[in-house]
């Protein structure tokens, strides 16, 4: 074990309303077995003094506090007497003005650290509390720890400006719901930020909602180390803070190869006016009319004969165009083959034009990948072709690995518009930056495709919880529980379509799949390669009902609308901020 390392504890425990000194008192003891048992950061649940679902400011009036205050001397009296930290999660009362916030506060041996007051509200806070204004980092002798509550993680900005700072743990309290937990968006957190993401949930029931329960610690990886599914508890685990801060994994740095540069959109308010309006003012780029259609991912792998990846690709654009795919999507580098940095050609070129005549035999969209040649320099490229010719390209912007001995990084977004809706491209290792995803949402995108040659991450599963939720929310095993891709298009409120070769030799894991916009819609609106090669086919759907405003979630963009986007100038800073 390193010597920086050090043991954590997520509480899990079910708070009941109108008892706060009951639930203050029974969180005191569980912090107290978990310090006498060694944990120096013990993190409980979100509102776990006074239980969560207040209908109005004028209900939780007589419990609301200030930071500091009494509760919070409770626990720093513990946190003094078992040198440790503590975060809870309260209502807070500013003396000053009197605004009650959602906070998470940070307690050391030498009382209050500091405090997050929560700044992406979900739809119960807006009945009785303001929205935070920050999002800090705090330095500790254990190390750099932040705070998030519930949905401020659904946002891929809120967990990114703590690793820019330098957070080594992500302490994330919540009341999370409407699916099994460890949840997928806390996972996706941990990984993209190679951040220990420490989450205490709730569980049971208050007030008709039915929480998730599944507190755990998750490695920087995206591994969940230690997890509890139902009812009060402790999970210890393993903190080391110098794993959290080698950023290096697998391809490339999940920080050092971001391109900020390129990433002003993140803070633009795309979302905050009608999109429908928006996006059509002064009838420039309105957003395509949308209609239901049927697109379709190709899992297959390629070699270094061009012609015979082609040949391949046509055997499979066959079969989709027998199942009406008006898309299909291939695998990246899936016309030069694996072995690109040999050498590339010119896009138009041969195997552009070899493309567009498949796409005129076949009457489809074909987006496929390959090494383009321009002067000196060549590109990951994807080509998107149609039957009336080459539509447009997408140099890849975050080269990682390999790729980086041959491949120069482009430097444009690859927006188009198409009779199935707005349509970004993004390839592979991009995918693993979450302000890519972002961009291309906040430009106005129905469907993102992602052709890829991915070794991770790998998707992970779940064995089932005994959480009782209710119809239609799955409680079973799930063989796909996390997928990168999944989590990409829920996120952002588009369709994502992920075309990955499957091939153990060379470390890739398959699982191309089509995602739906929807992250709590059950049954999930996707389809997945399960193994070998094959497609998957699905229907989606970007059009509009005949009102003036947008009905359809991938032109509504909920998750767009409720960003913060004047807090987020850090993701946009050279370097990121405190590095």
Known sequence: MNSLSFQAATVQFEPRQFEKERNISRLCELVEEAARNGARLIVTPEMGTTGYCWYD??????????????????????????????????????????VYYNTAVLIGPEGVVGKHRKTHPYISEPKWAASGDRHD?????????????????HYIETARLAALQGADVICHISNWLDERTPAPYWITRAFENGCYVIESNRWGWERTVQFSGGSCIID??????????EGDGIAYGTIDP????????????????RRPELYQQLLLDSYLWNPLDFFGLYGKSPLPPGRASRIAVVQCESSDDVQANLQTMETYLAEAAGRQAELVVFPELSVSGPYAGQGGEPVPGPSTEALIAL???????????????????????????????????????????????????GSDWAVFDLPVGRVGLLIGHDALFPEAGRVLALLGCDLIVCP?????????????????????????????HWHLHRARAGENNVYWAFANPESPQAGLFGK????????????????????????????????????????????????????????????IADGGMGR
């Open 57 to 98: 400011r004028a209900e939780v009036a007589p419990f609301v506090e200030s930071v500091p205050g009494p509760t919070t001397d409770r626990f720093a009296g513990l946190a003094a007497r078992f040198d440790c930290y503590i975060v809870i999660g309260m209502p807070e009362v500013d003396p000053v003005t009197n």
């Open 220 to 229: 920087p990886d995206g591994s969940v180390q230690v997890a509890i599914d």
């Open 359 to 409: 796409s005129i035999r076949y009457r489809t969209y074909i987006v496929a990948g390959l090494a383009e040649s321009d002067g000196d320099r060549l590109y990951n490229t994807a080509v998107l072709t149609g039957p009336e010719g080459l539509v447009g390209t997408y140099r890849q912007i975050h080269v990682g690995g390999k790729d980086r001995a041959w491949a120069s990084p």
């Open 242 to 257: 110098e794993r959290a801060r080698n950023k290096r994994a697998g391809e490339g740095d999940r920080l050092a190869d």
């Open 137 to 153: 980092v705090f330095d500790t002798p254990i190390g750099r720890i932040a705070l998030l509550v519930c949905m401020d993680i």
């Open 512 to 571: 191309s799949g089509i995602f739906g916009p929807e992250t709590f819609r059950f049954p999930r609106r996707e389809a997945i390669v399960p193994a070998g090669s094959g497609i998957a086919v699905l229907d989606i759907d970007t059009s509009n009902l005949d009102t003036p405003y947008p009905t359809n979630p991938v032109r509504r963009k909920d998750l767009m609308l409720m960003r913060q986007p004047t807090l987020y100038y850090g993701l």
């Open 452 to 480: 890829s040659m991915a070794r991770e991450p790998v998707p992970q599963g779940h064995a089932g919880t005994g959480i009782r939720h209710n119809y239609p929310i799955p409680t079973g095993a799930d063989p796909h």
